[in-house]
């Protein structure tokens, strides 16, 4: 009796342990445990056809010969290419822009993207886009001017949209008006037949560079859609855009993959793309993906991931100079509970650059990957000459410190709140070097609201107390445009919480903003770029380049690189693989 | 006199064995003994008690073994290979790879240590209470316990992480809070099956309180799988914070442990180049996680070959 | 006995209340919200305090969390799961391509651990306190004595990259046809991940052996003068699996729970990955969801267990 009780719930305890795992893969077809797959073997032929989006498969024979792997492959939804516009590598190829910047990001004038022509007044308030006649989505519809218009106004409700698009749009005529909800409309966007007419109401010193990282979207599958939850919209699950290559199938989180669109005005590709999933632009299996050829084209800023790919057979990665500063912000407001921030004399502040070697760090932690940085404006064009450097001077540091009475005792927080590794070295770095003269730092990594621990401003950007608690926050400032980098420090910026109110900055910051002329922003920059040397409001670390990682599979294209995380008149559409 | 002074005398005595055997001294005496005896014999366990004493030995005397602190910055000495000043070369920014992997052994010992310890802790509190007791309570702690061991444990230790922050001393009450269901069971169900004997009733017929009952004379009976998990549950915390450091939710990545360690050192480079950053520590993870196994294993042999 | 198994399956529903209720007290309790993962902290501190508002609502992230509680659980036993705050897709859309894939790599290392492991402790059980038995026990502890991702990491440069035998990741790709070009990807992950489960299993395997060989009728078949192997094999292997086999089922839950490291090390797209994301993410429909089940299978294995050990020690007292 008992002994059967015992078999009994043996095979009980089997059968319910079975059907657990039965349960779970009932309710799909394709994916298989090995176990019963063997079983069925013939029927797993069709399982890489399931779930899938679009039904017809390229997946038939010549394909795989002529196919661009690819990183940053959607995991669960594809970003908008309102945010960063050109991030990721289907953002880049699924939309077409109005206008085409070059490898510089300078917008290229005569024959544009989607437009034809277009022509900027003088005074640079009125902006004319010709559009051209054969421009089509992916669904096949024609793209009208109207819709482009209404794209700006819907981009203008989201609340995740790039700042330099967002500063344009606000400063065309009727948008504050819309913004608040008394209009139905922006009275400074005009369509007009093919033509598209923004009037603006002030200056909008970025509005050409907007127009060429920003991407329209067929209106009728958003019209209907809330703003605020754009993101979240079914069109993102496998969007229709109007570039040169659309979406074919998707798997999140596994493959992606996009065909040639045949109706492109500028050619059709003669192969497929295929991506392979990753977030941001940290991609962790770069290395091993490349190394395994299934990576044609990446960037990264991991000097490790060049390390690793250093020398390996087919592969050449290649340096690119982008705007990307790391930075430490300096904390100038009283503290909340009305003591002086350790950090409002400039002297501490320049103590500090004199302290840390940035040279070793750039040569040592970053093998070279980084250049030691005097300002925030990267080295070139753009930036005035003779500017102090800081070099690493311990004793100097030391110097500037007794001039300003520095109390040994004092701790200084440093925040951060990159996860990696070598941000981790970075830190032990620079408390030691600090520790050598004097000053106590405490890194602390922040995790959570970080937009209220970061970057609360104060109630009285004039004289604080600081709303948040660090003393210095270690950042980084990726800019589209130079005004980007300096923006935020004008006195009651949104998202200033470091540096109270200073009239000669606000003075040459307004100065930069102006005017659309180039050589006048120019002028203002260098200005502002010798103050920022002298007081060191904020302090810049290094330059981070990004390195673009490609295989010798792309036989044609790709000669001349620009910024990897925007767009830029790249035509890869007429790449040619081998 | 004589027979009155030897009376007294053989009282005392008695006296005096009765307080041992309620304090439980003697047997265990008998029983170390015996099973000290057997588990020497098993080469395995031998093999790992050796291996295991001379890292921990290695860990705790840490400051005699090396100058360097482990979180001396050099950035003039980076990458170094092994050299005669330092052992096992440096890492990325200069620091003692050595000494890092030394003071790394501490957290991440005690860390395994001190979670296995405060599980096994509350289990045999609880355990051994609630499964004498019987009733309400054991059925209220044993609800208790079947919550926090079906909150998929990953849940538990990344929210927890992240409400409570992450530390040294975190991870440790999260691995408790997340853990000691288990040992709280095993405990329970060997002494359910124990409370059914006869001493233990004939113990109660004595009329002895239930605390007595409890600690005194079921427990060192029930005590022999709760050290074989202790072992066992250091082994598993130190290859958890491992993970944990992995997933980035460890231990803060400044302080040296050798989760930390081995997971700065995971990228293909570093595994192709700079064998010194990851092979060392990696051998001394798994060698010490293997040495607690086999030690853990071969108590378990003694005490009780046939225990599933 | 049945009715002891009915109470026992009964009860499993104030528990997964309970903890379902804790669970979403917890994300309830960490710092942050969900609209902070959706934007990057800069472009979150420029928005207004009505534009915040507005998210919060369009998410549905306001009101008491014990009346958000009650409003998830009715619309799941509506059979409504919701949708991902992060993606806005139907949280049953992605357990229905992810579950598969965690399953899969589960039940894949579960069989490779449960072969290996059964082998590695009869034979070493069989052959107790010789050298082979040793260096059989090593072996078998390998796996579990390297830390899992470093583990795979390793393997993945060995067996992918300098190799070129197996593919670095991934479950299929849009070339894969055949069953066993899937196969390939598969051998990897579930390898690492077996590797690690089985020392557990040889060590039940090992002492249930052990404890077989002992057995009366083990010994009155081999005074019968059956073969050394024949009895071996045939009576005591097949009698010590028994519960070995009904052991390894009731860790497919924690497995399942658990592959979050490999899922991450072998690029998977399974649960364990979309659950660490959504927890930091604090995507609470899709976090319920999952640990929902994880929460019963967990519940359902422990529950069996109970009734196993129940029936098996007949010391242990049905009725409580």
Known sequence: ?578 | MATKASIRRMNNKFDKIRQQEEAGLLKNKKQGNRTLRKLLKNQLAVTGAIIFLIILLACIFAPILTPYSPKAVDMGNILSGPTKEHWLGTDKIGRDVFSRILYGGRMSIAIGFGSALGCALIGIILGCYAGYKGGIIDSIFVRISEVFMSIPRLILVMMLAAIMGQSAGNIVLIFVLSGWGSSFRMVRSKVLSIREEEYVQSLEVFGLSTPIICYKHILPNALSPTIVNVTLSTAMFILDEAALSFLGLGVPLEVPTWGNILNAAQDLFTLQNNWWLWLPTGIVVSLFVMSINFIGDGIRDTADPTQI | MLKYTIKKILSMIPMILIITFIIYGLLELTPGDPISYLMDPESLARLSDAQIEEMREAYGLNGPFVVRYFNWLFRLLQGDFGYSISSGVPVIDIIKTGLPATLELAVASLIISTILGSILGVVSAIYKGTIGDNVLTVFGMIGVSIPQFFFGIVAILVFALNLEWLPVGGRTDPSVTGFFDRLEYIVLPSLVMGLSMTAGVMRYARSSMLDTMNKEYIKTARSKGLAEWRVNLLHGFRVSLTPVVVLIGFRLPTLVAGSVVIETVFQWPGIGNAFSTAVRAQNYNLVMMLALIFVVMTLFASTLVDIVTAAIDPRVKLEN
Request: charged content about 25%; glycine content about 6%.
């Open chain 1, 1 to 578: 009796m008992k002994k059967l009780r015992k078999g009994l719930l043996l095979v009980l305890a089997l059968v319910l342990a079975i059907g657990l795992v039965a349960c779970g893969s009932k309710d799909k077809d394709g994916d298989k445990t090995p176990a019963d797959a063997t079983t069925k073997g013939a029927e797993s032929q069709d399982s890489s056809k399931d779930e899938t989006k679009d039904t017809d498969t390229t997946s038939d024979e010549g394909a795989s010969d002529n196919v661009l792997y690819a990183n940053g492959g959607p995991e669960e939804f594809f970003e908008t290419p309102w945010l960063n516009p050109g991030s990721y590598m289907y953002n880049k190829v699924l939309y077409s822009r109005l206008i085409w910047a070059d490898e510089n990001l300078s917008p290229i004038s005569g024959e544009g993207d989607l437009a034809k022509s277009y022509e900027m007044s003088d005074d640079g308030k009125t902006l004319t886009f010709t559009l051209r006649d054969n421009i089509k989505w992916h669904d096949g519809e024609p793209i009208t001017a109207e819709e482009i218009g209404w794209n700006i106004e819907y981009a203008l409700q989201t609340t995740i949209l790039n700042s330099v698009f967002n500063e344009t749009f606000k400063a065309i005529e009727g948008a504050q008006v819309f913004i608040d909800g008394d209009a139905d409309s922006i009275s400074g966007i005009v369509a007009e037949g093919n033509t598209l007419t923004i009037t603006f109401e002030k200056v909008a010193p970025d509005a050409l560079l907007t127009f060429t990282q920003f991407a329209p979207l067929p209106k009728k599958y958003l019209e209907n859609t809330d703003p605020v939850k754009l993101q979240q919209s079914e069109f993102f699950q496998s969007p229709i855009g109007s570039g040169p290559f659309m979406v074919d199938e998707v798997k999140m989180n596994n493959y992606t993959t996009l065909k040639p669109f045949e109706d492109y005005y500028g050619g059709v590709a003669d192969f497929t793309i295929h991506l392979n999933p990753s977030a941001g632009d940290s991609d962790p299996n770069l290395v091993t993906n490349a190394k395994a050829g299934k990576l044609d084209y990446a960037y990264t800023k991991s000097i490790a991931d060049v390390k690793a790919l250093e020398g390996s057979d087919g592969i050449s990665v290649e340096k690119v100079d982008v705007r990307y500063t790391r930075l430490f912000y300096m904390n100038k407001f009283d503290k909340a509970d009305g003591t002086p921030s350790p950090l409002a004399d400039q002297r501490v502040r320049q103590a500090i650059a004199y302290a840390i070697n940035v040279d070793a760090i750039c040569s040592g932690l970053f093998q070279g990957a980084a250049t030691p940085a005097n300002s925030l404006t990267p080295d070139g064009p753009d930036k005035v000459d003779g500017l102090n450097d800081y070099e690493f001077n311990p004793e100097k540091a030391k110097e500037l410190l007794k001039e300003a009475n520095w109390d040994e005792n004092t701790e200084i927080k440093v925040f951060y709140y990159y996860t990696d590794q070598q941000t981790q070295d970075l830190m032990a770095v620079v408390q030691q070097y600090l520790a050598d003269v004097g000053i106590k730092i405490v890194p602390q990594l922040v995790e959570g609201d970080l937009a209220t621990i970061l970057w609360a401003a104060p109630e009285d950007p004039v004289n604080g107390p600081s709303a948040v608690e660090w003393d210095m926050c270690y950042a980084a400032n990726a800019a589209l445009s130079l005004h980007e980098y300096y923006d935020r420090y004008q006195t009651g910026y949104a998202i200033n919480s470091h540096t109270p109110s200073d009239s000669k900055l606000d003075e040459l910051i307004a100065a930069t903003n102006a005017s659309v002329d180039a050589q006048v922003q120019k002028e203002a920059f260098f200005e502002l770029q010798k103050y920022e040397n002298e007081t060191l409001f904020t302090l810049p670390l290094y330059y981070q380049p990004i390195f673009v990682v490609k295989s010798d599979k792309i036989a044609k294209g790709l000669e001349t690189l620009g910024n990897p995380q925007f767009n830029y008149k790249w035509d890869i559409q007429n790449w040619g693989l081998k």
